[in-house]
């Protein structure tokens, strides 16, 4: 069983639906990260958060650290959303989920 | 800011051979990742540095793979011989500390394919 399990695994969303993905780990952490893939391997990273919520743009990330979840939202996505998204989390070592495939279909 | 350089970006050899990759990360980053990334998974972490000390390569198949970070600055990751299994994207990246508050920042990756 891996340490992080994100869903859903494939994702197609309309352009502006509002969009969800969901992160759950079993380890203990510091710090959870949310990092965006495009084709062609290059990662950003979106969010590093350790409890509560943070938002960027059209981007809100949250995490629940009781019950070990945290989750990605995209408001009104767009095709440039279209991405792989991980989930990392940071606890005595790094431990990445296998990622969400997003597209976004105008 | 200039990002985490690598080169090359891809590669393509024959199982058997040798091959070394670079990495360049940002400028002061004392701490610097290297991951393989296979196709449809997500990063595993290989190698682990804090300036030019190893902090972490428990995932790293010693019998084919080093690296090395000699001056705390610049990484070569080196593979040999190759397999088939190697076949993968390697990422690069950096950190200003170890810390769990550190933000890693991604260099572009390698995509090596093995034949």
């Known amino acids: 069983k891996n340490e992080v399990e994100q869903s859903p695994q494939n994702l197609t969303a309309q352009e502006g639906e509002f969009i969800t993905i969901n992160c759950s780990y079993s380890v203990g952490i510091s710090a959870l990260h949310w990092l965006q893939q495009h084709p062609g391997g290059g990662i950003v990273s979106l969010f590093m958060?350790?409890?509560g919520k943070k938002k960027h743009g059209r981007l809100i990330a949250t995490i629940n650290i009781q019950e070990k979840h945290s989750s990605l939202h995209i408001t009104a996505s767009h095709p440039r959303d279209s991405a792989v998204y991980i989930c990392?989390?940071?606890?005595?070592?790094?431990?990445f989920g296998t990622g969400t495939s997003l597209t976004v279909i105008p | 800011e200039a990002g985490v350089a690598q080169s090359p970006r891809y590669k393509i050899i024959e199982k058997r051979q040798s091959v070394a990759f670079w990495c360049n990360p940002i400028s002061g980053h004392a701490t610097l990742y290297w991951y393989q990334q296979i196709l449809g998974q997500g990063p595993k972490l290989l190698i682990q540095f804090q300036n030019n000390g190893v902090v972490d390569d428990s995932q790293l198949p010693k019998d084919r793979f080093s690296a090395e970070r000699l001056k705390g600055v610049d990484s070569t990751l080196k593979i040999q011989p190759a397999k088939l299994e190697d076949s993968a994207v390697y990422l690069c990246?950096?950190?200003?500390?170890?810390?769990?508050?550190?933000?890693?920042?991604f260099g572009p990756g390698t995509r090596l394919t093995v034949l």
């Open positions: 990246a950096s950190s200003l500390g170890r810390g769990t508050h550190n933000e890693q920042f």
């Open positions: 958060l350790s409890s």
């Open positions: 990392a989390a940071h606890g005595n070592q790094f431990y």
